[in-house]
């Protein structure tokens, strides 16, 4: 009996095997066949990718103004990714920093990048820091004041000093977009590993 008994259990697993095999073959394909991110859009302009590894979900990029003046922007998908209606990209965590040619300070910016609709992907300030050193953020040094708290004329003036750096729409486009095709690719395989591994049990 005990021998029917195993027979049964190992028929019951290789039915639901084949059961989670077709599911994430189904899977694979809605995702292969409906990626929203495959035309990226927006550019680069004088910035370029200095890390973009396949396993990590950032992205960062780097520019050298004629000044001197270096320019770090990374980029993370933010919490508030999609929305029910359309599954459209909507947002990403970014920072800026600035470093001046000769200096160790660094101004860092802690922005959101937002799909506002009808193409605009614009950015807003949350947080600007003055950091005497890279290693300073995690002091105790006074860092500023809340943003929202700034003269309403002094926030629109550092959003200006940002895009005259570089840091427009067409640049907040590419990266939204570009970090949500690199997130669906790690998706589509990591479920391409989960369904080598089923079919092999």
Same mark, same amino acid.
């Given at each position: 009996?005990?021998?029917?008994?195993?027979?049964?259990?190992?028929?019951?697993?290789?039915?639901? /095997?084949?059961?989670? &095999?077709?599911?994430? %073959?189904?899977? !694979?394909?809605?995702?292969?066949? $409906?990626?929203? @991110?495959?035309?990226?859009?927006?550019?680069?302009?004088?910035?370029?990718?200095?890390?973009?590894?396949?396993?990590?979900?950032?992205?960062?990029?780097?520019?050298?103004?004629?000044?001197?003046?270096?320019?770090?922007?990374?980029?993370?998908?933010?919490?508030?990714?999609?929305?029910?209606?359309?599954?459209?990209?909507?947002?990403?965590?970014?920072?800026?920093?600035?470093?001046?040619?000769?200096?160790?300070?660094?101004?860092?910016? /802690?922005?959101?990048? &937002?799909?506002?609709? %009808?193409?605009? !992907?614009?950015?807003?300030?949350? $947080?600007?820091? @003055?950091?005497?050193?890279?290693?300073?953020?995690?002091?105790?040094?006074?860092?500023?004041?809340?943003?929202?708290?700034?003269?309403?004329?002094?926030?629109?003036?550092?959003?200006?000093?940002?895009?005259?750096?570089?840091?427009?729409?067409?640049?907040?486009?590419?990266?939204?977009?570009?970090?949500?095709?690199?997130?669906?690719?790690?998706?589509?395989?990591?479920?391409?590993?989960?369904?080598?591994?089923?079919?092999?049990?």
């Amino acid at each position: 009996m005990s021998k029917i008994a195993t027979l049964l259990q190992k028929g019951k697993k290789a039915l639901g /095997d084949l059961e989670l &095999l077709k599911i994430l %073959q189904s899977e !694979i394909q809605y995702e292969l066949s $409906n990626d929203l @991110y495959k035309n990226e859009i927006g550019s680069l302009g004088d910035f370029v990718i200095d890390w973009n590894s396949p396993h990590s979900k950032d992205i960062v990029m780097r520019k050298r103004c004629e000044s001197g003046e270096e320019i770090a922007v990374s980029a993370l998908l933010g919490e508030g990714t999609f929305v029910e209606d359309n599954m459209y990209p909507k947002e990403a965590d970014m920072k800026v920093c600035i470093k001046k040619n000769g200096l160790r300070s660094i101004l860092q910016f /802690d922005c959101k990048v &937002l799909d506002e609709g %009808q193409n605009n !992907i614009d950015f807003h300030i949350q $947080n600007a820091y @003055y950091l005497k050193s890279p290693t300073d953020f995690g002091s105790s040094v006074y860092k500023g004041p809340i943003f929202s708290d700034l003269d309403p004329a002094l926030q629109k003036e550092l959003k200006q000093y940002l895009i005259s750096r570089g840091i427009r729409n067409n640049l907040t486009a590419y990266i939204l977009h570009h970090i949500h095709h690199k997130e669906q690719d790690q998706y589509i395989k990591w479920l391409q590993k989960l369904e080598a591994m089923v079919a092999l049990s």
